[in-house]
């Protein structure tokens, strides 16, 4: 990360020296991965700390709210270089091809690094595919840059910097996009990202002893724990005939949808709703004899 950082910074430096705009928004580009490892070791760190008084939940929340603010920076930062590439466009600048050439190539260089000592990790590792994928990208627009500037040199045309520009401001638009929807998602209590109500509902439906299931809801409260709360109908059975049908419906939820906060509230089915003249259903008297 350190290094990413001091990278970020020579490429800054040297975009503005240089007058290369692809520099610069490379350098913003490179920024926004380095700012996404800050931004999940804070989230770590406040989801490690624990509940008080006043924050319930903890400081899960904390984390994604950053990631959201992130994102909008980032957002803010593609139109910025839109803005100047268009402007660019028009009234082309003369670019130190050199540097830029030279700056780039030590980019491809860096993350070509990380990329080689993450080759191993990655068939297992969730998280470290992603990172090399990532690693894989910046890379890859180091080496348009590198291109970039070899034409430049070659043909004269100063309109390939903010080509190129605009190319990376697509770039970290399309990565805060995805960020700016799911931290929003969260924010505004929406359903976790890959769960589908009905689904949830059909299989606590499912579970031994639930009659119907309703007033459901399901939030993250960080990015990875989500939190459930519903009504569940059950027979009019005794509370440790009920304790049973909690004990397997939060252990479906936990298993199947990792579910681990439920709040489930019983209502008991009335004897005459139930049909069975008030008898303890079969397969729930041993409970009751023990």
């Given amino acids: 990360m350190w290094a990413t950082l001091v990278f970020v910074a020579v490429e800054l430096a040297a975009g503005i020296y240089a007058h290369s705009l692809a520099l610069v928004s490379d350098a913003g580009h490179n920024f926004t991965d380095a700012l996404a490892l800050i931004l999940a070791w804070i989230a770590n760190y406040l989801e490690s700390k624990p509940a008080d008084e006043i924050k319930t939940y903890g400081y899960q929340r904390a984390g994604v709210l950053s990631a959201f603010v992130n994102a909008l920076t980032l957002a803010a930062l593609a139109a910025w270089i839109l803005y100047e590439s268009v402007g660019r466009l028009r009234q082309p600048e003369a670019v130190r091809q050199d540097i830029m050439i030279g700056v780039a190539a030590l980019g491809v260089a860096l993350n070509g690094g990380i990329m080689w000592a993450l080759r191993t990790a990655r068939r297992n590792d969730l998280n470290v595919r992603s990172a090399f994928v990532h690693m894989l990208g910046d890379a890859l627009g180091s080496l348009a840059i590198v291109a970039g500037g070899v034409v430049m ?18 770039l970290i638009v399309w990565t805060a996009w995805d960020i700016i929807r799911e931290s929003l998602n969260i924010l505004l ?47 009019d059975v005794p509370p440790s005939a009920s304790d049973a049908v909690l004990r397997r419906l939060n252990g479906m939820l936990a298993e199947r ?33 023990h």
């Fill in 153 to 170: 040199m070659y043909t004269g045309w100063l309109q390939v910097d903010p080509v190129l520009s605009m190319l990376i401001a697509g």
């Fill in 189 to 235: 209590e929406g359903l976790p990202r890959g769960l589908k109500l009905n689904d949830v509902v059909g299989s606590m439906r499912a579970v031994e002893g639930v009659m119907d299931v309703h007033d459901l809801h399901i939030w993250s409260l960080g990015s990875s724990t989500h939190a459930l709360s519903c009504h569940v109908l059950i027979a």
């Fill in 257 to 289: 949808f990792h579910i681990a906060h439920t709040t489930v509230q019983f209502e008991h089915a009335s004897c005459g709703l139930s049909g069975n003249g008030c008898v303890i259903p079969v397969g729930q008297e041993r409970h009751h004899h």
